[in-house]
Each structure stands twice: as structure tokens, then as C-alpha cells.
């Protein structure tokens, strides 16, 4: 198993990135996934969920309306749009797999990738 973040960088307030996370080594179109940030010296937030065909998304309260999480199963890519940027967006961003029982919750650290460094700021 095998996911891979890029997308990362530095953009300033309001400004937008957009991750990328390519799968391998399983049916990604069997998996349920999700997105997971980690601040300096804080504890993992789970950020955003989608199920296996994409058609049911969830978000987290602090990103709702301003981040979009998608799929393509034919790439074996999921991806997070991420507008609006604010500085508290600031952290590691990793891409994992789930399960419908964990959509709302931060999956094992066994089922992240290696993360890609997102930081807000001017």
C-alpha cells in the first residue's frame, strides 16, 4: 500500500492550493479516504472524508465552505482543493484510507501517507 501527497507549499492568506494523493499497491476504488492534517506540537485533526464512488463528502466544521475533497478512481488519485487559505490551515496534510465505521474520525497512522507540507502565511 502505498499514497503519495504533493501539492504542498507556501501561499499567503486567502490564497488556494490544491493536493494531489496517488495510491497504489490496492483497489483505491474500493477504499473509502480521507484527509488528515497535523500542526506543530498538536494532535491529529481529521479534515475531510469522501465514500468510494464520491458522491458523499464531509467536512470538518473549521473547513467547510472553503475545502472540497474529490476522487478519481480511473487515476487512482484523491485530491483537496483548499481555498480561502487561512494561517491556522497551517500543518502536514496526509491523505489515508478509511472506512465508513472512521469517516468522521482520523483513521491509524499505519493507513497515512507521508504528508505534504502546506503553510498560510504573508
Same mark, same amino acid.
Given at each position: 500500500? !502505498?499514497?503519495?501527497?504533493?501539492?504542498?507549499?507556501?501561499?499567503?492568506?486567502? @490564497?488556494?492550493?490544491?493536493?494531489?494523493?496517488? /495510491?497504489?499497491?490496492?483497489?483505491?476504488?474500493?477504499? &473509502?479516504?480521507?484527509?488528515?492534517?497535523?500542526?506543530?506540537?498538536?494532535?491529529?485533526?481529521? #479534515?475531510?472524508? +469522501?465514500? %468510494?464512488?464520491?458522491?458523499?463528502?464531509? &467536512?470538518?466544521?473549521? #473547513?467547510?465552505?472553503?475545502?472540497? +475533497?474529490?476522487?478519481?478512481?480511473?487515476?487512482?488519485?484523491?485530491?483537496? !482543493?483548499?481555498?480561502?487559505?487561512?494561517?491556522?490551515?497551517? /500543518?502536514?496534510? &496526509?491523505?489515508?484510507?478509511?472506512?465508513?465505521?472512521?469517516?468522521? %474520525?482520523?483513521?491509524?497512522?499505519?493507513?497515512?501517507?507521508? @504528508?505534504?507540507?502546506?503553510?498560510?502565511?504573508?
Amino acid at each position: 500500500v !502505498q499514497l503519495v501527497e504533493s501539492g504542498g507549499g507556501m501561499v499567503q492568506p486567502g @490564497g488556494s492550493l490544491r493536493l494531489s494523493c496517488a /495510491a497504489s499497491g490496492f483497489t483505491f476504488s474500493s477504499y &473509502y479516504m480521507a484527509w488528515v492534517r497535523q500542526a506543530p506540537g498538536k494532535g491529529p485533526e481529521w #479534515v475531510s472524508a +469522501i465514500n %468510494t464512488s464520491g458522491g458523499n463528502t464531509e &467536512y470538518a466544521g473549521s #473547513v467547510k465552505g472553503r475545502f472540497t +475533497i474529490s476522487r478519481d478512481n480511473a487515476k487512482n488519485t484523491l485530491y483537496l !482543493q483548499m481555498n480561502s487559505l487561512k494561517p491556522e490551515d497551517t /500543518a502536514l496534510y &496526509y491523505c489515508a484510507r478509511t472506512s465508513p465505521v472512521l469517516f468522521y %474520525t482520523v483513521p491509524p497512522r499505519d493507513s497515512w501517507g507521508q @504528508g505534504t507540507q502546506v503553510t498560510v502565511s504573508s
